[in-house]
């Protein structure tokens, strides 16, 4: 352990993005999870409910991951935005997929299907998010870099 204390690698702007990104995605989670549960337990089905509460979700992360995580405030929305809708967009679908198999094909209860599904999707957002979404054009694609 304190061989990767003393190389400093937690101050690496990667790690403390990713650590940010995190806390954005616990807190779009518990949204999108809340929306999902909520659908569910009221009837909607859990496929609309699911995009229902993506939606939620995705809103407030792109807010907090523009402006908090990857200090993105001077990427125009409209590029910003478009590229973190169509990930969010990409993410969404993958993840339908996946729940739909989770539930239909391994038998697995709808909550804890999705459950399981929010890591590998944080995981593969996060640097698609970092290095394109959020990224400075002048940069020649360079992600921003959290200050200090």
């Known amino acids: 352990m304190r061989m990767l204390e003393a190389t400093g690698w937690h101050e ?48 407030n992360s792109y807010v907090l991951n523009r402006h908090w995580t990857f200090r993105a405030g001077d990427v125009a929305h409209s590029t910003s935005g478009s590229r973190f809708a169509l990930v969010t967009g990409c993410a969404i679908a993958v993840n339908l997929a996946l729940l739909y198999l989770l539930v239909h094909h391994a038998g697995i209860p709808k ?30 694609g360079e992600p921003p870099t959290p200050a200090t």
């Not at 403390?16 to 779009?28: D, T």
């Not at 409910?49 to 995705?58: F, I, K, P």
């Not at 944080?122 to 640097?127: G, Q, R």
């Open 111 to 140: 909550i804890p299907a999705q459950a399981i599904l929010v890591l590998p999707i944080l995981a593969v957002t996060f640097p698609i998010n970092r290095w394109w979404s959020f990224a400075h054009p002048v940069g020649g």
């Open 12 to 59: 690496l702007p990667a790690v403390r993005q990713f650590v940010k990104y995190g806390l954005v995605g616990a807190s779009n989670t518990i949204v999108q999870f809340a929306v999902y549960s909520i659908g569910v337990a009221i009837g909607i089905d859990y496929l609309v409910a699911l995009v229902l509460g993506y939606v939620a979700g995705a809103l």
